[in-house]
């Protein structure tokens, strides 16, 4: 069975520090991996995946996330955070023999401070 | 990016009656389409995989005779919750896949049954 952890209900940051959410995973074979947006009321927006290739992946709005396979974590990562960047975060894994069907974590709130 | 269109964004409506939500994809074609129902403060779990054509494939737990899902085109899939009642009251998310495997998400569905 697959799975996927987000260790933290929020993440608070200061304006312009570097942000972190976490995610582990679950999952046998090789996972494809992404993370998603949401903003109050709004459905989810793609920030970006790993499926194969190098480990760090670059997304949407100066986000990124590296893939450690030895660790089995997909952290995504933001060198300075913006107040806007403020929302709900989620990690998902899909199986590779069933893409398509996203397993999601907990969501992480990051609250970003001016 | 790829838009999926979800009608109406809020509906309210009485205990006993069936509600149903359009999911569209505006600018691509969708094979298969994805229905997520989502908690306040929650995460997504997904309800069924909706492929065009064929029946939907419900995940374990979900009612298939009280969530109706028909994906009559390759742009549409419609969500119909029969007999609703208050604990059907949710956000509902639908997505839809793209030729890349990637996954794009609705605006959401905020269904309430008084």
């Known amino acids: 069975a697959q799975s996927v952890a987000q260790p933290e209900d929020q993440v608070n940051v200061a304006e312009g520090n570097p942000l972190t959410v976490k995610c582990t995973y679950s999952?046998?074979?090789?996972?494809?991996l992404f993370w998603y947006v949401q903003y109050p009321n709004r459905g989810l927006q793609f920030l970006l995946k790993?499926?194969?290739?190098?480990?760090l992946v670059k997304g949407s709005y100066g986000f990124e996330a590296e893939f450690n396979k030895s660790q089995t974590s997909f952290h995504l990562k933001k060198p300075s955070a913006l107040v806007s960047d403020s929302a709900l975060y989620f990690c998902?894994?899909?199986?590779?023999?069933?893409?398509?069907?996203?397993?999601f974590g907990a969501g992480t709130q990051v609250v970003v401070t001016p | 990016g790829a838009v999926v269109s979800q009608h109406p964004s809020r509906v309210i409506c009485k205990s006993g009656t069936s509600v149903k939500i359009e999911c569209r994809s505006l600018?691509?074609?969708?094979?298969?389409m994805f229905w997520y129902r989502q908690f306040p403060k929650k995460s997504l779990m997904l309800m069924a995989t909706?492929?065009?054509?064929?029946?939907?494939?419900?995940e374990q737990g979900v009612e298939k005779d009280k969530f109706l899902i028909n994906h009559a085109s390759l742009t549409l899939s419609t969500l119909t919750v029969t007999s609703a009642h208050p604990e059907d009251s949710s956000f509902y998310i639908c997505?839809?896949?793209?030729?890349?495997?990637?996954?794009?998400f609705g605006p959401g569905t905020r269904l309430t049954v008084t």
């Open positions: 600018d691509f074609q969708a094979t298969t």
């Open positions: 997505s839809a896949q793209g030729t890349t495997g990637e996954q794009y």
């Open positions: 909706s492929n065009e054509g064929s029946k939907a494939t419900y």
């Open positions: 790993y499926i194969t290739g190098d480990n």
């Open positions: 999952v046998s074979g090789n996972p494809y």
């Open positions: 998902a894994v899909s199986p590779t023999d069933s893409w398509g069907k996203l397993q």
